[in-house]
């Protein structure tokens, strides 16, 4: 099937990119070591950068630990695409 929309994408925009064979969590990690202060997510002209995120993450991961939710347990998280939920998935 042909792409039809790819013929509309800017010169500077890729539209095809490699997506790594890592964990999320991995993902994370090594952004944050090579762009920390990048900014990871823009959500109403509020930015967050990758420390920032790495931050809030293991806040959020500590407060499940805190609460007796362990390894291998499923939590269900339901939210529209807001930065709570990409600070929630890893």
């Known amino acids: ?3 039809v929309w790819k013929k509309h ?21 090594k952004s944050v070591e090579q762009f920390p202060d990048n ?3 823009t959500f109403f002209n509020k930015t967050i950068s990758y420390k ?5 993450v293991a806040a959020f991961a500590s407060s499940l630990q805190d609460r007796g939710v362990q ?3 499923r939590v269900a998280i339901m939210l529209p695409n807001c930065p709570h ?6």
Do not use: G, N, W
């Open 39 to 41: 900014t990871a997510i």
């Open 85 to 90: 939920l990409v600070i929630m998935e890893p």
């Open 1 to 3: 099937m042909e792409k």
């Open 52 to 56: 920032e995120l790495s931050m809030q």
């Open 9 to 29: 994408y800017p010169d500077r925009i890729k539209s095809e990119v490699d997506i790594p064979d890592i964990a999320l969590t991995e993902f994370l990690t």
């Open 71 to 73: 390894k291998s347990d």
